[in-house]
């Protein structure tokens, strides 16, 4: 006999399926949920449809954004001829609460993963080149983490961009082998950005 209603499992089910969350964690969260008010669950649902509806991509850099260019592109105070590359929005966010970084953001939604079938086609690589060429960038800071992917994805880019004669920097110090850029800390990020190395 199953004791969880149907729509409870549903919401279990669904939770269960976001990044982290396993069934004990979706259960707590689905029966925090359904003692709130309804108008909060309303609430929350409402925010979930309009994620969708109201965000869309950056033409310019691929950031989530309710606008385009989102508001890091349009921000005359940002130094344009600075582009920093990043795997996804998560790791723009870290960078960003350093404080330190003050040019302009590459996002390419993802590495290189053969296994997966994931290669520079399935990335915004081509559109980092064609903005590279087509706009005044002096320097492009290749932020990708410092696991295998991330450095064949960094390789990779460092060999398409020599020859537009940009000045081409890599994150140095403070960020160890195997360790993702979204999870280290706002100082160590700092420093990796001050030390870069040019290749």
């Known amino acids: 006999m199953n004791v969880v209603p149907p729509a409870l499992a549903r919401l279990i089910a669904d939770l269960n399926r976001l990044p982290g969350v396993g069934k004990k964690t979706a259960t707590r969260l689905a029966l925090h949920l359904l003692r709130r008010p309804a108008a909060e669950a309303q609430a929350l649902a409402r925010d979930l449809r309009d994620l969708h509806e109201t965000i869309r991509l950056c033409s310019n850099c691929f950031a989530f954004s309710e606008t385009d260019p989102c508001a890091i592109c349009a921000d005359e105070s940002r130094d344009a001829s600075l582009v920093c590359v990043v795997e996804e929005v998560a790791d723009l966010l870290a960078i960003e609460k350093t404080g330190t970084f003050k040019g302009q953001y590459h996002i390419l939604h993802g590495v290189f993963s053969p296994m997966d079938g994931i290669g520079p086609e399935e990335?915004?690589?081509?559109?980092?080149?064609?903005?590279?060429?087509?706009?005044?960038?002096?320097?492009?800071?290749?932020?990708?983490?410092?696991?295998?992917?991330?450095?064949?994805?960094?390789?990779?880019?460092?060999?398409?961009?020599?020859?537009?004669?940009?000045?081409?920097?890599?994150?140095?110090?403070?960020?160890?082998?195997?360790?993702?850029?979204?999870?280290?800390d706002e100082l160590t990020l700092s420093r990796a950005i001050e030390s870069r190395k040019r290749y």
């Open 123 to 184: 990335l915004k690589v081509q559109a980092l080149i064609d903005r590279v060429s087509r706009q005044k960038v002096s320097e492009v800071l290749i932020a990708t983490s410092s696991t295998v992917p991330g450095e064949a994805t960094a390789a990779y880019l460092i060999d398409s961009l020599r020859e537009k004669g940009v000045k081409i920097t890599r994150l140095a110090c403070g960020i160890p082998m195997g360790m993702d850029i979204k999870f280290a």
